[in-house]
């Protein structure tokens, strides 16, 4: 099969996958200095984005019988549009569909779900992942009540990507590096300067299992309670 007939054949959509699946469209497509993040808009018409209180998860048709999980964000209810924030930093089909994305094209997808998480009112929020989490956290910002204190750290895995993060997303009060060892390491301090107010805090860690895992466990070597964790692996 020629690459043009073998990606015709992928952008078709079948008579099964025509019964379940949802459409919307690329509205603009933005990659971060250094070309590793996409920010992709996108406009869905049937999303009820009003009724949000959780962050969710978009199931996109990367090729035929092929969805892959991202994360809906700065989503507009009256243009029904939101953001997604893709890493193409890895060898895979996602990465492919991200990087050939422009304006105008279709985007279509499975279910749009719940992820059962959400801010918890009256706490410090703590937000620590990679770069797949960006748009979780945007999101759980957006959730959250005005002036409810955020901090914490989003790790990638280049320095080029790391260094655009403040520009990009100036609205998160993140700090960014660029790798595991530093985001380790950084958390580590942070939960040793705050040990006295230990109650205050919720934290949200997303992204890598092995990172997901080790943040976890660090967390909880300096005592903090299982209902102050709120985790999920994006990918492993
Ligand atoms: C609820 C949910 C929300 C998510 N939201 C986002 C999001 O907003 N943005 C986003 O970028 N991702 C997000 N992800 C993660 C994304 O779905 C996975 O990274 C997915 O595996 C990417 O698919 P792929 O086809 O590019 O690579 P795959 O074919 O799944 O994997 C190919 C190879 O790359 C490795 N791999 C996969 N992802 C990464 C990565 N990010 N870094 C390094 N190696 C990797 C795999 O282990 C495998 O070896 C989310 C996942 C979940 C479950």
């Given at each position: 099969m020629t690459n043009q007939i073998r990606n015709n054949t992928e952008k078709r959509i079948s008579a099964v996958e025509a019964i379940f699946i949802k459409s919307g469209k690329i509205r603009a497509v933005r990659v971060w200095n250094g070309g590793k993040i996409h920010e992709v808009d996108v406009y869905l018409s049937?999303?009820?984005?009003?009724?949000?209180?959780q962050a969710q998860s978009i199931k996109c048709r990367?090729?035929?019988f092929h969805y892959t999980d991202y994360t809906p964000a700065m989503w507009d209810i009256y243009q029904k549009t939101c953001t997604l924030y893709i890493?193409?930093?890895?060898?895979g089909q996602g990465s492919v569909w991200a990087k050939n994305q422009i304006a105008g094209n279709d985007l279509y997808y499975l279910k749009i779900e719940a992820e059962k998480q959400f801010p918890i009112k009256g706490k410090h929020l703590v937000f620590l992942g990679d770069q797949t989490g960006i748009g979780h956290f945007c999101s759980l910002q957006q959730l959250?009540?005005?002036?409810t204190p955020i901090s914490g750290l989003v790790t990638f895995n280049d320095s080029q990507s790391a260094e655009a993060f403040s520009e990009n997303?100036?609205?998160?009060p993140l700090q960014a590096v660029s790798n595991y060892d530093a985001i380790h390491k950084q958390t580590e301090d942070w939960v040793i300067k705050h040990q006295a107010e230990k109650e205050n805090f919720v934290f949200y860690v997303v992204g890598g299992k092995e990172l997901i895992v080790t943040i976890r466990k660090l967390l909880r070597t300096y005592?903090?309670?299982?209902?102050?964790i709120k985790s999920k692996g994006f990918w492993h």
């Open positions: 049937t999303v009820t984005f009003d009724k949000w209180d990367i090729s035929a890493d193409t930093g890895h060898n959250a009540t005005k002036n997303c100036p609205w998160l005592g903090f309670d299982e209902s102050q």
